[in-house]
């Protein structure tokens, strides 16, 4: 849902796993890590996070197969996320952090957030159902057709992609893999439990993940839910209407939990 965005070396042999996607206009006093969605790189949550507080640091996700890594093969395993977090993250000056995913990057997110213990602030929450609910893409991605399918009626990929043989058949290779780290970040999601509050926000009209789901969320923290829905699909989050309430809502994590 994504392509490079040239900004290091594809064959680098080594691009991390966080690249700093916003550095602070003033000292630091908060860090706010992007979890983006199967298919896609961090600069596809930017403008979200674009207008957090200059004191808030912001990290994204880059995972093998695009933007900075767009050369590298895709497909990793969640003991690799979860190890990108302890090494390129806890390894950095101790912040207050906040985690924020979307789609698969919920999933990711919520088990960092229990990694990172009493560093982490708050979780945000997106596009994704809690516990041990059904989960589409994991079940109607087989086959490349199965993924094509998948993104265009899920929504958010550009028409260029989806025009471009060559781009799509990458962007399906990319998408595939990340289901696979979906499905694995899924096994066990439902005893996973948090002590942070927790933000949870979903689309009326998402053909992926019902939003009547989205309550069962409370069950993954001993800290308060709240539960926001959007008039949209699955990426709610971007449209014009909704992006003022959803960068209010990670606004308040950063500040206040």
């Known amino acids: 849902m994504t392509g490079a965005d040239g900004s290091t070396s594809w ?13 602070a206009a003033t000292a630091p006093r908060a860090r706010l890590l992007v979890f ?13 996070v674009g207008p957090l507080p200059d004191h808030v640091e912001v990290l994204g996700l880059s995972l093998p ?19 990108s977090v302890a090494d390129e993250v806890l390894g950095r000056d101790p912040l207050p952090t906040v985690v924020f995913g979307h789609s698969l990057g919920a999933l990711l997110a919520t088990r960092a957030a229990r990694l990172l213990g009493p560093h ?12 041990r609910t059904p989960r589409r893409a994991h079940s109607t991605t087989s086959t490349e057709e199965d993924a094509v399918r998948l993104l265009r ?12 043989p060559d781009m799509l058949a990458h962007v399906t290779r990319v998408l595939r893999a990340d289901i696979e780290l979906s499905r694995e970040a899924a096994v066990g ?3 996973v439990r948090l002590d942070v509050p927790l933000h949870v926000l979903g689309g009326t009209a998402d053909p992926l993940i019902p939003h009547e789901t989205l309550d069962g969320w409370a069950d993954h923290t001993t800290g308060a839910c709240q539960v926001l829905r959007f008039d949209g ?13 959803v960068v209010d809502v990670l606004r308040r994590a950063v500040t206040e939990g």
């Open 233 to 245: 699909d699955h990426f709610f989050l971007l449209a014009e209407a909704n992006r003022p309430t």
């Open 36 to 48: 983006p969605h199967s298919g896609a790189g961090p600069n596809t949550l930017f403008r979200l």
């Open 65 to 83: 197969g695009r933007e900075r890594r767009f050369g590298e093969p895709p497909g990793c395993r969640l003991d690799q996320v979860l190890d």
């Open 189 to 191: 999601f439902e005893d």
């Open 153 to 164: 009626e899920g929504g958010g990929t550009p028409q260029w992609v989806l025009d471009d």
């Open 11 to 23: 064959n680098s042999p080594r691009v991390p796993w966080w690249p700093l996607l916003r550095e």
């Open 120 to 131: 982490c602030r708050a979780a945000v929450v997106s596009g994704q159902a809690p516990g």
